[in-house]
């Protein structure tokens, strides 16, 4: 039995209006990965050219939940028939043809590929496992598509391929969205402030206060001396600052800092001007402070 398939989310244009063709693949597996990296980034036309073997278990077992893909990919004989209403052809190749052909990179073709689909069908063409497309095949493309790999071991497994271009149009259709570039799925959440994190930016003040008490539990345990401070709390600071902590984390901290207090026997932001004697038992056994 086939997994189920969760329902398909992209763009209808390019669902339908951009093609991914593949020519005389040997193994179905391939075909099933190739059906799954699709549906990954929301396409779903799939057009197969003389298959060695299609269908089968192994393609829709490979295919993970896209066996929808399958269910609809369309067989043909020979790549003209597959290209037969598309007025734009990209095809996957390496460098180094005899006779220079115009060759773009995943983006660029990316983008001639959703442009050209807004009048008509566009194809990106994909070749046999052992030896790509044909120079006659090639012919049949307005460009060429060069991945640029490791020069040292450049071949790409099928799916593998595919899964670059479908992804270069998945960025490209999120960029399109409403708030362009500040999609949702592409903004960054790195730090407090930025939409979808959970708790709000620490305050000027609470921060200071966190440095404030850091200090003096640090000097209660015996690791910080006032009289000789070097750049101990500066270097903190910045280390600290360089994290922009939120409220909670600061009041996490803060708790850490006074359960050590309390296990050296000193009150939170008491200011004595001698370390605890635990405090300076471990700052010997530590080799002195920063």
């Given at each position: 039995?086939?997994?189920?398939?969760?329902?398909?989310?992209?763009?209808?244009?390019?669902?339908?209006?951009?093609?991914?063709?593949?020519?005389?693949?040997?193994?179905?597996?391939?075909?099933?990965?190739?059906?799954?990296?699709?549906?990954?980034?929301?396409?779903?036309?799939?057009?197969?050219?003389?298959?060695?073997?299609?269908?089968?278990?192994?393609?829709?077992?490979?295919?993970?939940?896209?066996?929808?893909?399958?269910?609809?990919?369309?067989?043909?004989?020979?790549?003209?028939?597959?290209?037969?209403?598309?007025?734009?052809?990209?095809?996957?190749?390496?460098?180094?043809?005899?006779?220079?052909?115009?060759?773009?990179?995943?983006?660029?073709?990316?983008?001639?590929?959703?442009?050209?689909?807004?009048?008509?069908?566009?194809?990106?063409?994909?070749?046999?496992?052992?030896?790509?497309?044909?120079?006659?095949?090639?012919?049949?493309?307005?460009?060429?598509?060069?991945?640029?790999?490791?020069?040292?071991?450049?071949?790409?497994?099928l799916a593998m391929a595919v899964q670059v271009m479908c992804y270069e149009l998945r960025m490209l259709f999120l960029r399109t969205l409403e708030g362009g570039e500040g999609s949702p799925y592409l903004k960054p959440m790195t730090s407090p402030g930025d939409p979808g994190w959970d708790v709000p930016a620490a305050r000027a003040g609470d921060v200071e206060g966190f440095f404030q008490h850091l200090e003096q539990a640090l000097y209660d345990v015996g690791f910080h001396r006032r009289e000789n401070p070097r750049q101990l709390m500066s270097r903190l600071r910045r280390l600290f600052q360089r994290a922009r902590l939120d409220k909670l984390e600061v009041n996490i901290l803060r708790g850490i800092l006074t359960a050590v207090q309390k296990t050296a026997g000193k009150a939170e932001g008491t200011d004595n001007t001698e370390p605890t004697q635990a405090g300076s038992q471990s700052a010997k056994q530590e080799g002195g402070h920063v």
């Amino acid at each position: 039995m086939h997994k189920p398939s969760p329902p398909l989310e992209g763009p209808d244009l390019y669902q339908d209006q951009i093609r991914i063709v593949l020519v005389e693949t040997s193994h179905s597996g391939n075909i099933g990965a190739v059906a799954r990296a699709m549906k990954n980034m929301g396409l779903a036309n799939l057009w197969l050219v003389n298959p060695n073997s299609f269908p089968d278990e192994a393609s829709y077992a490979r295919a993970a939940g896209a066996s929808d893909i399958l269910d609809r990919a369309q067989v043909v004989p020979t790549l003209k028939e597959a290209l037969e209403d598309c007025t734009m052809v990209l095809g996957t190749s390496a460098r180094g043809r005899k006779l220079p052909w115009p060759v773009v990179p995943p983006p660029q073709a990316a983008e001639i590929a959703a442009q050209s689909s807004q009048a008509a069908p566009a194809a990106l063409v994909f070749g046999r496992e052992n030896h790509g497309l044909s120079n006659d095949e090639l012919h049949l493309c307005h460009y060429h598509i060069h991945i640029p790999s490791n020069p040292d071991y450049s071949s790409l497994n099928l799916a593998m391929a595919v899964q670059v271009m479908c992804y270069e149009l998945r960025m490209l259709f999120l960029r399109t969205l409403e708030g362009g570039e500040g999609s949702p799925y592409l903004k960054p959440m790195t730090s407090p402030g930025d939409p979808g994190w959970d708790v709000p930016a620490a305050r000027a003040g609470d921060v200071e206060g966190f440095f404030q008490h850091l200090e003096q539990a640090l000097y209660d345990v015996g690791f910080h001396r006032r009289e000789n401070p070097r750049q101990l709390m500066s270097r903190l600071r910045r280390l600290f600052q360089r994290a922009r902590l939120d409220k909670l984390e600061v009041n996490i901290l803060r708790g850490i800092l006074t359960a050590v207090q309390k296990t050296a026997g000193k009150a939170e932001g008491t200011d004595n001007t001698e370390p605890t004697q635990a405090g300076s038992q471990s700052a010997k056994q530590e080799g002195g402070h920063v």
